[in-house]
Structures are given as C-alpha cells and as structure tokens.
C-alpha cells in the first residue's frame, strides 16, 4: 500500500512551509529513515526522513515551493504498485514562522521523521537571512550585508544570494586554464563544516562522524538511515571535502586541530569518535592529541597503520570526470560490486563536476600520500591511549591491506569481516551498528 508523505509541521505556529532541497528524486528508490527533503524555516533547516521503504513517486512540491502544513508532498510505492494521480500544489505565500521549538504534529497519515539540523541565527548583525542563504554565501564567501532580501521584513532568500552570485561572477576561464593550486598550509583553518544529522537522547554522548578521502559528511546517512541509535550524531566535512573549506593541511595533525575547533564550536566536550579510511587516522590522532575528551574510538577501514596504500585508485577517482571514468573506480570499494548503489555514484560524479574541489582533494592526496605511500601513522597513537578502541576491516579490502590491522595492542578490539572490501559500514551495515550500539553503552 503506498505510503503518504506529507510536508510536518515542525513549528507551533506554522501553517505552511518551504521545501528548500529535494535529496531523491521521482523514481529513486528509497529506505525507510533515508534523507528525503529539507524545510527552511526562519531558525532552522529542517531535514525530513522517508516514513518508509520504496519507490519515491509523484513528487508534487518542487524546491522552493510553498505548500500547507499536513498536505502530500510525494508518495512511496511498492515494486509495480499502481501510482495515484496527483495534481502540483498551488504555491503560497511565504509565511514567516514564529520563533517556538520544532515540533513534529500528531496527525493520522504517516508522519516522515524531522530531524533538526543546527544553524546560525537568522538575525545576525542586523542582516535577516534564511538558513540556506547563509548556508550558501558562506560556502561562496559572499558578505550578506550587500545583497538585498526579497522575502518578508527584507529577508535575504536563496533566490537573493543566486542573483547576487550571479550577477558577481567573472566570464568563464578558457577549458584549457587550470585550477587554482591550493594553499599547502601547517595552520589549523578555523572550524569545519559540520551537520547534526540526529538530535539524539538527553544524557548520551555524542557520535562524532569523521568521513574518508573523496568523499563527504553525507555519506554517513546510508549507515544511519532507519538506525535506532540514541546517541546526537555531530558529522565534520574534513578540509578540501565537501562544504569546508579548500585547503591542503600539511599534517594529520593540522587536521585535528581543525577537528578540535569544530567540536569546540559545536559545544561538544566529551564524545566517541567514528573515523573511516582517512577520517580514521584524523580520529586517532584527535583522540591521542588529548585536547578533546574522547572517550572511546571506533576505525573503519582506517589508514595511517601502514604505508602501502592504493595510489592508482586515490589519482583515479580524483582526476575521474564521467560516470564512465568514475564507476570503475567506486567498484575498487566494494568486496560485492553489486552493492554500489545508484546514490552513492550519482554523489561521486557530482563532486567530480567541481574542479576547484577535485583539486584540493588531488593536492591532498599527494601531501598525505605521496608515491603511493601514507607519510603519517597512527600506531603509536593507539598506543598510548587508554580508552576503548575498535577497528574494523574488510578482508577483501582493495585500497587499505587489512594485513595493517595486525600487530596492535591487544587493548585494540580487532574486527575483520569476510566478503567486504573497504566499506563495513555500507557491506556489514548491521555489524557495524552493532560495534558503535556496544561501544556506545561501553562509553557512558
């Protein structure tokens, strides 16, 4: 039976809403708790959760539409069910929300799950700004104060901050002019970007996601999604990936300074640390800098216990620009090509689009691991820590030797899983789950 999904109402007040971002479209297959849309309100971005699993279908609010509380947004089938007819809803005014606590309403259709997403303060310095607006000037480094607001009492809107963008940018380079090479600096930047991908229960420690080369905090929802975990879930986009900025640390270290600073910002104190791949060195040393209390570790996949590495996949996928060039390369993750999914390619080729990013990832690649050899190493980080510490390895792992999960202190609780390449958390989903739930209740 198809399932509703309707836009919730996440404010006391709010009679309508505005979806500000789509993250699966008519026809993806989706999974009960996956990321569906975000609502904009006057404090906060709200991200809504599919009410369940199937096929996304007649989508009837495209972004930036306006439509009532409690009204169908899209639908979830299943395999060949018969589709409804729908007609798009008529747009609405934009109301502006007073400010109260999210809430999610009480109403007979199945409600999609909200999960609140911190962000700054719509009135900052006397600028009126949605969250998405700051969200994008930040990232493009525009000053709000000169761009004139469109919405209610002279709100900057996203519409605002294109045009301004727009209106600012230079005629395009010639193809044949390369990037600009990004800065090799020593200096921990300041925080990095950073999302609230679950509120969680009052009185547990947070999560803390630190996420591997080449990728982004996002793909740390495929773990989540229809999770029961009760933990506050903080994921950090490292330097030179995804929305923080583009810059080639000189150091393991640098970054863990910036890690540092980032959960300072975000009032984390004490926390479990969850690292994959690169993001696993970043936990460990983080962890043994000692500057954050950390109170257990959880490495997947981690590097920085071994110099070999796979060279030819880190140049691949960072000068890969096509699907066609791309998907060969994603392939090397998997034990079991068949679970690269539709999501995780489309992602991967939308980052190869942004060539300033392509380029402080490449820049990255060759100051932590240049000729094919990780120049940093962790093994004596884990050493000297006195507090629980998981790894986890896949034993067909393509891109990191599991044999670099041997040898370690026997305080190191060691899990390597058959059939997986170098992607537990997507390959041993539940397995993995089962080591954070464990080590979570270890850790309060």
């Known amino acids: 039976m198809a399932v509703e999904v309707i836009l919730p109402k996440v404010d006391m007040d709010m009679e309508t809403g505005q979806i500000s971002r789509w993250y699966a479209k008519d026809g993806d297959t989706v999974t009960k708790g996956q990321l569906l849309f975000e609502i904009e309100t006057d404090k906060a971005a709200m991200e809504v959760d599919a009410p369940a699993s199937g096929i996304l279908g007649d989508v009837s609010a495209e972004e930036g539409a306006v439509v009532p509380v409690g009204q169908a947004v899209a639908w979830i089938y299943a395999e060949g069910e018969e589709r409804k007819a729908v007609s798009k809803p008529v747009a609405e005014p934009v109301v502006e929300p007073q400010a109260t606590q999210p809430l999610v309403s009480e109403a007979p259709a199945v409600q999609p799950v909200v999960t609140p997403a911190p962000v700054a303060q719509t009135d900052i310095a006397g600028v009126r700004a949605t969250p998405l607006a700051r969200r994008l000037a930040k990232d493009a480094g525009l000053d709000l104060s000169a761009v004139h ?30 990037a600009p090479r990004p800065v090799v600096t020593s200096q921990a930047q300041g925080a990095l970007n950073a999302v609230w991908l679950r509120q969680g229960e009052s009185g547990q420690l947070p999560l803390v996601l630190i996420h591997g080369f080449a990728s982004d905090l996002n793909s740390w929802r495929m773990l989540l999604a229809g999770a029961s975990l009760g933990n506050p879930v903080l994921a950090v986009d490292l330097p030179a990936h995804g929305g923080s900025p583009r810059y080639v640390p000189e150091s393991i270290d640098a970054i863990a300074a910036s890690v540092e600073a980032t959960l300072v910002t975000h009032g984390v104190e004490a926390c479990i640390l969850v690292g994959h791949s690169m993001g696993g060195a970043v936990a460990a040393v983080t962890a043994a800098r000692g500057f954050i209390d950390v109170r257990s570790l959880v490495l997947i996949s981690s590097a920085g216990l071994g110099p070999q590495i796979n060279g030819a996949f880190l140049n691949g996928l960072v000068g890969a620009k096509s699907e066609a060039s791309i998907v060969p390369w994603l392939k090397e993750l998997f034990a079991d090509e068949t679970l690269l999914s539709r999501a995780f390619i489309n992602a991967t080729v939308a980052q190869a689009q942004d060539v300033e990013l392509r380029a402080a990832q490449a820049g990255l690649a060759a100051q932590l691991c240049a000729d094919s050899t990780q120049t940093f190493e962790i093994r004596s980080s884990l050493g000297n820590l006195n507090i629980p510490v998981r790894l986890i390895f896949g034993a067909q792992d393509r891109i990191i030797p599991v044999a670099h999960a041997h040898g370690l202190s026997g305080a190191v609780g060691v899990h390597v899983f058959q059939n997986c390449g170098h992607m537990p958390q997507l390959e041993q989903r539940d397995a993995v789950l089962r080591i954070i739930g464990e080590v979570s209740r270890a850790a309060r």
């Open 149 to 178: 607001g469109s919405g209610p009492k002279g709100r900057i809107q996203k519409k605002d901050v294109e045009a301004n963008l727009a209106s600012a940018a230079p005629a395009a380079l010639p193809v044949s002019v390369a």
